[in-house]
């Protein structure tokens, strides 16, 4: 955690290490995120070959760091007496994080060569939803018993402080592990040497989550209160962990990119790295849900054919109405999906932005509303027609306004993934009503 | 930053405390995130009257977690005295944050009663690009002689503990103030108390940004490594401060916020907590756009009028491709943005990628015009508008994905924002490509 082992090397981060200066560079103490690049641009047998020159300690860190497909590719090749070392040297909640990935027999076999202990820490920590506070943390704590000194503990900090990862806060706990408090190094070093653990707690409003808390509200406390890291107990308040503002950073990474992926019908997880195989697969059922919901909106017009066999005109401005309405509606659920993504869901505050974003497209809706009637009686000379598109056009930027910021919330409500797939639902509704308005006030109106 | 100083309050975060627990709670150790959320449900009468009733450094730290628009209210209708005493209380990144959303009289008037030392800081940290290194970084850092010893170290850190913000790491420097290395605490206490820090510094490949580096790089550089902070340098390398890992989360927010918001043409910065009329301000123009952008698909429509009124069945299947390659695209566009927000700009990479998507549309293409050719059949019972309708479908959710993962790059390249109304972009050409393929080829084949 400190800014050493790091190297100018080949990587495939993208991030330019010529603007960054760094003295020394060898191979040896390259930081675990650039060696996990390096191995992911080898063959898998070249991979191999540098797991087997590197220490175990080394080759967990690359390992845990790599991504999923290349991890699982190269674990499943290594003899089974290496990854079940490798994974006794990770830290546990890395260890069932990449076990997870591997495949049932795979798993099977690892699993029996590593010791009894390491073994069952990791398939305890399995137990955990993996979007769950306990899916996330660390359970490479330092929980000390709440009669210790401060200059006790300040010595065992200094002797054990090689094995947690980020000993930056040590948890005080009584003598059944019931967490009673949080000190951070700062607090130890400001104490009186012979104070007792207990006497530093007093007026401490303590902070902690439940092992089944979700862990983008995990992410979003510690964010707010700038902390840097979080600790997990069980029903009884009994310590099991802390999460870790880096793991923060990629939860709140992964969220949004989850958000913005699925909200279109693409994968949630998948990156330009993924296979793409993988993103053909996970795309094709949205695409075809899409071609579904269009034939709904393609049905709306069908039923006006005759009225567009008499005015084909209509079959040109058509679009624009069902498009504007679409990118109005899409403004409102961007904004509506990140309001979700920032703050804990709050029922009363998301559900009056509805009202918000109604007022929004009412007013933008009349503006183009009038910018479009000016624009189609110059171009067409056609005063009715003009009225009836800006009318059809005001109206349905009405509803895409209303169905944008509504659409998160009713998937919400559901309990589903606000994102997942909402711009579509939310085009078929602005495309299908956008044609009916239009067409239907066209037949009206305008012919004869 | 410890866990202190919070209580179970009224609040606009729509965090739900109840499924925390505070031991105790007393309005004075509220955390100041809670009590900016409790000002902010005030009235301005109200909030001045609490803010004369806080101490002033309280009333720093709320007046620094509050919103924008909320705090320059605030700020400007307080006695310029104590606005001055409140800025000189706060840590000199936040003043000058809060400093720059003022009026330039309101400013002037402030900083005639700061006094000096603090009024310069602030007015030099006004300097820098606000979505730079320098424009995030913290100014209170502990700069420490490189001869002094590790047990001198850790006394100078018990007295100074109180001032600067989160003093996990020491830097290191010359007597010239040039950064020679990054010490944590954790290194300190694992030292021998007499060893000179210098010695300390062996072998460390010390990683720093230059102030002039773009923060989302830095935040991209902090989550890669999993720093607690990054050390900030000017252009002969003395150190000027930090960036924290607790920025770098608002920073990601932010920056996934502004992403999915513009590409749809809203506002980068707005929430469901803006005043409506400046969502409405800042989306109206790209409305606008988009309906000038509608109007060249509509064009190409206008062009095939003729052979819509001769078979008006067109008009009912043609906004089904136009969907089809605008979801295809979109999809594209979202891998591709949130790449480019996850990684530092890789310009090989990124370009690899479109080939990639252009594979992907391609078969998801050719599956659904398959798809797509059996549906027309079975319900026209015309195999060759089926035909017709396969290819454009086909060829135009191609031209999406092309374009998708192509639009963010473009805008990149021309030292644009990439995602940037990138949606409309994207819609304009899939929805007039596919009419054009679509009409055409109709025109072509199907109209004797």
Chains 1, 2 share one sequence.
């Not at 090397?9 to 996990?36: F, L, T, V």
């Not at 290349?70 to 290496?82: A, G, I, S, Y």
């Not at 820490?121 to 929980?143: C, K, R, W, Y």
Request: hydrophobic fraction near 45%; include cysteine.
């Amino acid at each position: 955690m400190t800014e050493n082992n790091t190297k100018k090397s080949a990587n495939s981060s993208g991030y330019d290490y010529s603007e960054i200066k760094w003295p020394s560079a060898s191979r040896d103490n390259m930081h675990p995120a650039d060696a996990a690049d390096h191995l992911e641009n080898l063959t898998l047998e070249e991979q191999v070959d540098v797991i087997r020159t590197k220490s175990v300690e080394d080759a967990a860190e690359s390992i845990a760091e790599m991504e999923t497909a290349d991890r699982v590719r190269l674990l499943t090749q290594l003899p089974p007496d290496l990854a079940a070392d490798i994974f006794a040297e990770m830290s546990p909640d890395d260890a069932a994080d990449v076990f997870e990935e591997l495949s049932e027999p795979v798993r099977g076999v690892i699993l029996a060569k590593i010791d009894r202990e390491d073994a069952a820490e990791i398939t305890d920590l399995l137990q955990f939803d993996p979007d769950s506070a306990g899916g996330v943390m660390n359970t490479e704590i330092l929980a000390l018993d709440e009669n210790m000194s401060a200059a006790q503990t300040i010595n065992l900090i200094r002797d054990r402080v090689e094995e947690s990862e980020i000993p930056y806060y040590v948890y005080v706990v009584d003598r059944y592990r019931h967490l009673k408090g949080v000190l951070s190094l700062r607090d130890l070093m400001r104490s009186p040497a012979r104070t007792v653990l207990r006497e530093l707690l007093k007026e401490q409003n303590l902070i902690y989550v439940s092992f089944d808390e979700d862990k983008e509200d995990v992410a979003r406390l510690i964010g707010r209160y700038n902390f840097l890291a979080l600790p997990v107990v069980d029903h009884e308040q009994r310590i099991l962990g802390m999460v870790t503002v880096d793991d923060v950073i990629d939860i709140i990474q992964d969220e949004a990119s989850e958000d913005m992926q699925s909200m279109v019908g693409a994968g949630a997880d998948e990156t330009v790295d993924s296979p793409w195989t993988y993103s053909l697969k996970v795309r094709l059922p949205w695409l075809i849900l899409n071609v579904l919901n269009s034939a709904i909106s393609a049905y709306v017009v069908h039923f006006f054919e005759g009225t567009i066999a008499q005015m084909a005109v209509l079959a040109v401005l058509m679009p624009i109405v069902a498009n504007q309405a679409g990118n109005t509606g899409q403004q409102s659920l961007a904004v509506m999906i990140r309001q979700l993504a920032v703050e804990r869901f709050d029922r009363r505050k998301v559900w009056m932005a509805v009202g918000r974003e109604a007022k929004i497209g009412l007013v933008n809706g009349l503006i183009i509303g009038i910018f479009v009637y000016i624009g189609v009686v110059l171009w067409t000379k056609n005063i009715a027609l003009a009225g009836v598109m800006a009318c059809a056009l005001g109206a349905d930027m009405v509803i895409g306004a209303v169905a944008g910021a509504s659409i998160p919330l009713v998937l919400k409500e559901l309990g589903r993934d606000p994102a997942q797939a909402s711009s579509i639902f939310l085009t078929t509704l602005t495309d299908s009503l956008g044609f009916f308005t239009f067409l239907g006030l066209s037949a009206l109106y305008l012919i004869n």
